[in-house]
Nanobody, 127 residues
C-alpha cells in the first residue's frame, strides 16, 4: 500500500509562490498527478508527470504558472506554484498510479486513473 504525504501548502498573497511536495518510498515506480478542490466545487486535475518524468500535462488554468517535476533520488514529486491567484486556493492532493498500469511515458489528470491518494495540503491565496 503506497502512502503519499503532501506538504508545502500555506497562506500566500496573490502573485506569490509555493512549492508543494508529494513523497512516498516507492514513488519512482509511479506516475503522479496533482489535483485540487475548492470549497463547494468538484475536484479538478491540475497536473501530472509520467513515471519516467519525460511527459507532463497541465490544466489550461495553470499552464505557464505551475511546474511539476520529480526527484526520484528523493522519492518526491514537486509542484511549483507561481503567480498565484485567489482562484488557485483549495486543498491540493497528490495521487499515484503504478507504472504497471500506466507505463513509463504517460500520465493523466483524470481522477479515475489513480490508485493511491494523499491526505491533502491546503493552499490559500489571499491578501
Amino acid at each position: 500500500q503506497l502512502q503519499l504525504v503532501e506538504s508545502g501548502g500555506g497562506l500566500v498573497q496573490p502573485g506569490g509562490s509555493l512549492r508543494l511536495s508529494c513523497a512516498a518510498s516507492e514513488l519512482p515506480y509511479y506516475a503522479v498527478g496533482w489535483f485540487r478542490q475548492a470549497p463547494g466545487k468538484e475536484r479538478e486535475g491540475v497536473s501530472c508527470i509520467s513515471t519516467s518524468g519525460g511527459s507532463t500535462n497541465y490544466a489550461d488554468s495553470v499552464k505557464g504558472r505551475f511546474t511539476i517535476s520529480r526527484d526520484n533520488a528523493q522519492n518526491t514529486v514537486y509542484l511549483q506554484l507561481n503567480t498565484l491567484k485567489p482562484e488557485d486556493s483549495g486543498a491540493y492532493y497528490c495521487a499515484a498510479v503504478s507504472v504497471l498500469s500506466t507505463g513509463w511515458g504517460t500520465c493523466s489528470t483524470r481522477e479515475d486513473e489513480y490508485e493511491y491518494w494523499g491526505q491533502g495540503t491546503q493552499v490559500t491565496v489571499s491578501s
